[in-house]
């Protein structure tokens, strides 16, 4: 198994885009500057930030501080901690004179001056900023009635001193911007780097608040703050944040980013081939010495680097890296060539999903083992395959198995079946409205097809260390991404042209992203019970797989087994619907024949016959 923290360590060649970022920060001509380094959950963007900050760690005149927004989460103002920790750490890092002290004594003063700036903004009197007519706006139209001329002439007052709040932050920050580059020049500091990771993790309050933070430091001159972060999320966060800015919702978060953004860089999705060097890497480390191991490693990127897209890490190729290659890395080579074709669409080329899959895999093949149990891992890994990204068929399969004592007594007919060529129209017949839809699904297809074969094979085991997928607590196994999350928020939206943007949203998502709304429709199906209105979420499982073709046999698969009296009648044309003209048309025909033979549900037995009849 692997760790699933940071690594300096790279796996995946980002030598070019640490690259791309010390060129930004080295040109003094470029600073102070913003650098954000966007990616998806898990696609590594805490590793590519330490790698960067591994190219400074020699260099006595560059000061690296690092950040973590989610650490500070619940603090009131997320400026002023950022703030007291950029300043707390020039004071840790270096020897202060008199000079320097005196300094940073008046910065520490400055924040706690800004801080409390804030405060009297935020709580104080209407009438400190508004006047006795701010009062009446913040609390009733009433309150005006109980101002007499002398709260106009201390108002008037008050604004002509020197104690306004708002005139008296906009000082103190002016001031912190001359404090900071003289405490900056007094310690011979020539570059300040501020890394700050974890932001697309905080409350949308957080992250505005340290976006702002690093703006009043973008006046400061050899300053440069690295931002990762799933730059969704930050647009949503903005969003969140100024809801009452007119124009397009979307627009406002990009626009915000690009002002406060100046240099992004997107780590892409890993493709195929570099899923491939990826995941062979990952195995290979597991079975060679760890000093050998970086040799290798090394060897490998340098050799992808030369033959650009024609090289990949293979069973074939991996001898001209290792002296020895054991008989468990074969195996797991092996394995990787099974799974790479389906991880790197299924869970878009993300580096930790792919990560967690496989601890995942060895963690129920350890568990297994410390039983007595010897689970063969491709077989394992097969299984794993549909639980992420078919989850009903999964628990339709380990249901059956549970059954017949391990075994899926069908499957051998489906897999002899899929050998031929030609299958007869009779031989389909012969299916079930399940297998029937199963075989019509190109992705179970291919998957049924794959080896090993499952016919004979005792799953019991199997299945009792996927406990965990197939508890109710257990389904949210794969975590969405941050797309996927807001596409299933709107889904579930009352308002239909909300619903209409998720649909549109959705046909962009990953497949498995794609099966994990699925999953969790329909476990809200069940969990609602009675599904009556257009709103209902069985509705909108059927406008998702509408969006979504590859998910129409696991709806299908999913609706047969629901109790007839939770469905409501337009349950028939919904059905008709998505899947007439299809592959799924004689399966849904099917199921409609089950439902006019309905005595539970009356009404939809009348719909469903009237609907065969036509």
Not at 288 to 313: A, C, S, T, Y
Not at 341 to 366: D, I
Request: net charge negative; with cysteine; hydrophobic share 40%.
């Amino acid at each position: 198994m692997w760790s699933d923290n940071e690594t300096n360590s790279d796996f995946i060649d980002f030598q070019h885009m640490v690259r791309a970022v010390t060129s930004i920060i080295n040109n003094d001509n470029l600073l102070p500057c913003s650098i954000g380094v966007f990616g998806d959950w898990g696609s590594g963007k805490s590793s590519l930030m330490k790698m960067i900050e591994d190219k400074y760690a020699d260099e006595d005149d560059v000061l690296v501080i690092n950040f973590n927004g989610w650490l500070f989460e619940g603090y009131e103002d997320t400026k002023t901690v950022l703030m007291s920790r950029i300043v707390d750490e020039i004071i840790k890092k270096r020897t202060l004179d008199e000079k320097a002290l005196k300094i940073a004594a008046k910065l520490l003063r400055k924040i706690d001056l800004i801080k409390l700036g804030r405060s009297a903004i935020k709580y104080g009197l209407g009438y400190l900023t508004m006047g006795p007519a701010g009062l009446a706006v913040a609390g009733s139209a009433e309150a005006i009635q109980k101002f007499s001329e002398a709260d106009y002439e201390k108002y008037i007052k008050e604004k002509q001193s020197t104690d306004d709040p708002d005139e008296s932050l906009r000082t103190n920050i002016q001031e912190f911007h001359l404090n900071f580059e003289e405490l900056i020049n007094e310690t011979n500091i020539k570059k300040v780097v501020v890394f700050i990771d974890d932001l697309d993790r905080c409350s949308h309050d957080t992250v505005i608040g340290t976006l702002e933070a690093i703006k009043l430091f973008l006046f400061a001159k050899n300053t440069a703050f690295i931002i990762g972060a799933d730059e969704r999320l930050i647009k949503y966060a903005v969003r969140r944040r100024f809801p009452e800015i007119p124009g397009d919702n979307m627009e406002v978060g990009r626009d915000y980013l690009e002002k406060l953004i100046q240099y992004p860089i997107r780590i892409p999705p890993l493709s195929d081939l570099e899923l491939t060097i990826y995941v062979n890497l990952l195995f290979t480390n597991l079975f060679v010495d760890p000093g050998e191991f970086e040799f290798i490693r090394e060897g490998v990127l340098k050799k992808k680097n030369e033959e650009q897209f024609g090289f990949r890490l293979s069973l074939d190729n991996i001898a001209d890296f290792i002296n020895e290659v054991d008989e468990e890395l074969k195996e797991a080579l092996l394995l990787s060539a099974q799974l790479i074709p389906v991880l790197t669409v299924g869970l878009n080329g993300n580096p930790r999903q792919t990560k967690r899959f496989l601890n995942t895999m060895f963690l129920r093949h350890e568990m297994a083992k410390s039983t007595g149990e010897e689970l063969n891992k491709r077989i394992l890994a097969k299984l794993m395959l549909l639980e992420y990204f078919k989850s009903e068929t999964f628990r339709a399969f380990y249901e059956e198995q549970s059954k017949n004592e391990g075994l899926i007594p069908w499957i051998s007919n489906v897999e002899e079946l899929l050998k031929k060529d030609i299958v007869g129209d009779d031989e389909v017949e012969s299916l079930s409205v399940e297998q029937q839809a199963y075989i019509q699904d190109s992705w179970i297809k291919d998957w049924l097809s794959s080896e090993p074969p499952l016919a004979g094979v005792n799953l019991q085991p199997y299945f009792y260390f996927s406990r965990d997928k197939l508890s109710s607590s257990g389904i949210k196994l794969q975590r969405m991404s941050s797309q996927a999350q807001e596409v299933f928020r709107k889904l579930l939206n009352d308002a239909e042209s909300v619903k209409n943007v998720a649909l549109r949203e959705a046909a962009s998502i990953s497949p498995g992203d794609a099966s994990a709304i699925f999953e969790s429709l329909s476990e809200k199906i069940k969990h609602d019970g009675i599904q009556k209105s257009d709103s209902s979420p069985l509705k909108r499982l059927v406008d998702f797989c509408e969006v979504r073709k590859e998910l129409i046999s696991q709806f299908l698969g999913m609706v047969e087994k629901l109790p007839h009296q939770s469905l409501p009648i337009s349950a028939v044309t919904w059905i008709s619907t998505l899947t007439s003209d299809s592959e799924h048309e004689q399966v849904g025909d099917k199921i409609l024949g089950r439902w006019s033979e309905s005595t539970a549900n009356r009404n939809l037995a009348k719909i469903a016959k009237r609907k065969l009849k036509n």
